[in-house]
């Protein structure tokens, strides 16, 4: 992730940030509501989430608490289980991704389900043209 000055971002800081956004999008929380509940702005938590500037301990601790979350959920440790945990909140942070995966479980266990996901794959898939 390139910062101002064209630097990549440290990569505890984009994993930070990318549990502060999936958090705040599981719990349904704009960044507008997370940026009042810890006293910046919405253009603030931006920052933090796509990891472009650096949470403080103090800010973190607001940031935890307006979640409802421990601090050590949003820090989590550098291990390869971390890796994967970081993999799936990429993969929640794309535009929509939360949506349909709360559309999905919403969805009886067996043929919809089954359909759901062939259909994504289906779409998913370079044309064969």
């Known amino acids: ?3 101002k000055n064209g630097t990549v971002g440290d990569p505890v800081d984009v994993a930070v940030g990318a549990r502060i956004r999936m958090l705040r999008k599981l719990r349904g929380i704009s960044q507008q509501a997370l ?5 910046v702005t919405f ?4 920052k933090y989430e796509r990891g472009a500037n650096r949470v403080s301990a103090s800010m973190l601790a607001r940031i935890a608490k307006a ?3 421990p601090v050590a959920e949003l ?3 550098a291990t390869e289980a971390s890796g994967a945990v970081d993999a799936v909140a990429d993969l929640l942070a794309e535009p929509g991704a939360l ?4 559309a999905y479980s919403r969805l009886p266990q ?3 389900r089954y359909g759901l996901v062939d259909l994504v ?3 998913a898939e370079p044309s064969a043209s």
């Not at 253009?43 to 931006?46: D, L, P, Y």
């Open 1 to 3: 992730m390139a910062g």
């Open 35 to 39: 940026a009042e509940a810890a006293g």
């Open 43 to 46: 253009q603030q938590i931006q």
């Open 67 to 69: 979640l409802e979350v």
């Open 75 to 77: 820090f989590g440790e």
């Open 99 to 102: 949506d349909l995966l709360k």
């Open 110 to 112: 067996g043929r919809q």
């Open 121 to 123: 794959r289906t779409l």
